[in-house]
């Protein structure tokens, strides 16, 4: 047996007999399990509901007989983003930021549940997840583990012993990183192939995206294991490893990613709900309506237009075009709001992304969530694509007004064959290289962690090796 | 004339201020016992630590087997054997799992029939072996920090107070073993405090004192009383 297997047997052999180590890493595979068995619950449930709401909605809406389209458009449909079995690994912001969007008439309304109040909605849930498990929890256990793994060697002089045996300090570390690799390996393996399992029957999912996902995390949990052995290389104890590591896990995991939404709240602060739909309100209000302060000068445009005198002489509907127009203003309202909205989401990424020269585990959130399909940017694409599907129909209704409701103002009424030709929205998610292109700069910090990580163990090592013991 | 394993020239060692080890010139030939006899802070140890490459020496160099310590210490530990005054053992892992654990590392693989063969010449406990190695005393420890010397087939063994705090009859022992292990050609060097014992194995004795090598000793041509004597005229003069 090479060196290195026989550190990893003989490390496995002693943490399965620890029981201690083996009852945390039960707690964590149980935690994990029940995360597993929630996210899967939860999407399961949600994909019910969303198929259940829209059988309702589309029998509802082709049912709904001859009336006039402007009031079916208010009468409206649901839009929803499908949770996908990325969302059961790493559910992101989905619970924050709702998956319903109410598309109707004259305004753009939030995805259902999304609170846009004293709550930046672009953290990451820290729900009881997958992911959860492998981004706080585990880290944690690889720092109880690793502690000791050279600090302990050398605190009851197996070290010496080691080294005299003439196998060298480099193998000895090579030996140790794979053991401590192995363990985690083991724990993250189990929670990640459970929980593969499980969200395969969540729905389909893009395998490149899940493979690009493995490999975050991989890098994310190679980052650790190369830290923690690093930092039980350089301690004296292995209760001092220890001490330091749950400190650095303590501001790594738990602090900067909360410091880090602070600061991007205070650098790039969004409005409160109330607020955001107030300056909506006052906006819509400043623009000349077609129905009253801009009502003639809309009017005279449209006669003009179509070379009449009067309203009455008109070809088409000019209820219709009133509408059209109406939405034409408050589209161009809603496009100044919600670009600056998602602006400043953007912002407090950019500032949220500082946080990573500080800890790894911003980056590695930002690409879990993102090839899980659950991060902010596919929100915001969610809700663009809703609301110019909610244009596209309200278009298509008042187009029908136009066309076929001259002279008859709002009491023309649609044929019922109409409501069968309006498409039900159907959300497209970003293409692999879209989805990338958001997150590059993340990959690349995780590389770099990696980079450094390597590094410091390296470094450790050659101190190890000048020491001699 | 039998072949050199251990080699001190001019060997010194300072840690900061203090002289460790002072211009030590050794040899031990295959099949010799060198026993340092010295009070705490002699240097016995540091020579010990200085031959296993676990601090580099400030001035002069240490040879294993012809090898230049300092320059490939990992070299040097594969023909070197280790056994330190507490011996140290996973007490997870039975006396055999430890035994494999250090072979492996040696890049051996445990002859059983061996094994057994060199527990039973060191009176290991029958059945013991096999317990975890928490549960063993100090002689047990001992007696198993030698097997895994042994079992490695060192050109030399490195002993730092081996016997210090066993029992007389594990003591007895270790003392029968290492003569029979010297008596196989492999060179011994020792650090003890025990005159009596380093009497018993040794068949060189050297006395040192403050980092120096004071004198070099053939204790079969003096008693155990005359061999205390010289070693309390050395200790007094430091006193003195």
């Known amino acids: 047996m090479s060196i290195t297997g026989a550190i990893v047997a003989k490390d496995w052999t002693e943490l399965r007999r620890d029981r201690r180590v083996v009852i945390m890493a039960l707690m964590v595979l149980a935690l994990a399990a029940t995360a597993i068995l929630t996210s899967t619950v939860r999407v399961a449930s949600y994909e019910a509901d969303r198929a259940a709401t829209l059988e309702v909605d589309r029998g509802t809406w082709e049912n709904q007989g001859a009336r006039n389209p402007h009031a079916a458009a208010h009468f409206a449909k649901w839009a929803f983003k499908p949770l996908t079995m990325g969302a059961v690994l790493d559910p992101g912001i989905a619970s924050y930021s709702g998956s319903a969007v109410w598309m109707e008439a004259h305004n753009q309304n939030p995805a259902v549940a999304r609170p846009i109040d004293d709550q930046t909605i672009i953290l990451p849930s820290g729900e009881f997840s997958i992911a959860w498990v492998l981004q706080v929890l585990m880290p944690l256990l690889i720092a109880v583990i690793a502690a000791g793994a050279v600090a302990r060697e050398r605190e009851r002089g197996t070290l010496k012993l080691i080294l005299a045996s003439g196998s060298g300090a480099g193998a000895f570390v090579r030996g140790k990183l794979a053991s401590v690799g192995v363990v985690t390996a083991v724990l993250a393996g189990s929670v990640i192939m459970v929980g593969m399992v499980a969200a395969a029957s969540a729905g389909p999912a893009n395998p490149l995206m899940l493979a690009l996902w493995l490999i975050a995390y991989a890098a994310f949990l190679a980052i650790i294991v190369l830290g923690a052995v690093a930092v039980s290389l350089r301690a004296r104890s292995s209760g001092q490893a220890l001490l330091v590591l749950a400190g650095l896990w303590l501001f790594a995991v738990v602090l900067v990613p909360r410091a880090g939404a602070a600061v991007a709240e205070i650098a790039a602060p969004v409005p409160s709900s109330e607020q955001f739909w107030a300056d909506i309100a006052a906006a819509k209000a400043a623009q000349p309506s077609p129905f009253s302060t801009g009502r003639e000068a809309f009017a005279a445009e449209v006669m003009a237009q179509y070379g009449v005198t009067r309203l009455e002489d008109l070809p088409v509907s000019f209820g219709g075009l009133q509408l059209e127009e109406d939405e034409r203003i408050g589209n161009a309202v809603y496009d100044e709001h919600f670009g600056a909205l998602f602006a400043l989401y953007d912002r407090q990424r950019a500032v949220m992304r500082w946080g990573n020269l500080l800890s790894p585990l911003p980056a590695l959130q930002n690409l879990s969530m993102a090839l899980a399909g659950t991060d902010m940017p596919q929100q915001i694409a969610f809700q663009r694509q809703a609301e110019t599907h909610r244009r596209s129909m309200v278009t298509q209704l008042n187009s029908d007004m136009i066309e076929h409701g001259a002279g008859a103002g709002f009491d023309y009424q649609a044929h019922e064959d109409l409501w069968a030709e309006v498409e039900d929205f159907a959300f497209a998610p970003p293409s692999l290289g879209e989805v990338l292109a958001s997150v590059w700069a993340d990959a690349l910090i995780l590389l770099a962690w990696l980079a450094g990580a390597t590094v410091f163990a390296l470094r450790s090592s050659r101190r190890l090796l000048a020491e001699g013991a | ?240």
Do not use: W
């Open chain 2, 1 to 240: 004339m039998p072949a050199t394993r251990l080699e001190a020239r001019a060997l010194t060692k300072r840690f900061g201020g203090n002289l460790a080890l002072d211009n030590l010139d050794l040899a031990v030939g295959e099949g010799e016992t060198v026993c340092l006899l010295g009070a705490n802070g002699a240097g016995k140890t540091t020579t010990i630590n200085l031959f296993l490459g676990f601090t580099e020496p400030t001035s002069g160099a240490a040879l294993v087997d012809g090898t230049e310590v300092a320059r490939d210490p990992a070299a040097a530990r594969r023909s070197l054997g280790y056994v330190a005054e507490m011996v140290a053992l996973y007490p997870a892992l039975t006396g055999a799992e430890n035994l494999e654990f250090f072979a492996q590392l040696a890049g051996q693989k445990v002859d059983t029939a061996e094994r057994d063969a060199i527990l039973a010449r060191l009176r290991f406990p029958d059945g013991a072996i096999e317990r975890a190695a928490g549960s063993y005393s100090k002689g047990m420890r001992q007696k198993l920090g030698l097997a895994i010397a042994l079992m490695k087939h060192a050109k030399a063994i490195l002993l730092d107070e081996p016997l210090s705090g066993l029992d007389p009859a594990a003591a007895n022992d270790l003392v029968s073993v290492l003569r029979e292990t010297a008596a196989g050609g492999t060179a011994l060097l020792i650090s003890t405090h025990d005159i009596f014992r380093a009497k018993d194995v040794a068949t060189r004795i050297g006395i040192m004192r403050h980092g120096k090598l004071l004198e070099m000793i053939d204790p079969a041509a003096l008693s155990a009383s005359e061999l205390e004597a010289i070693y309390l005229t050395h200790m007094t003069e430091r006193a003195a």
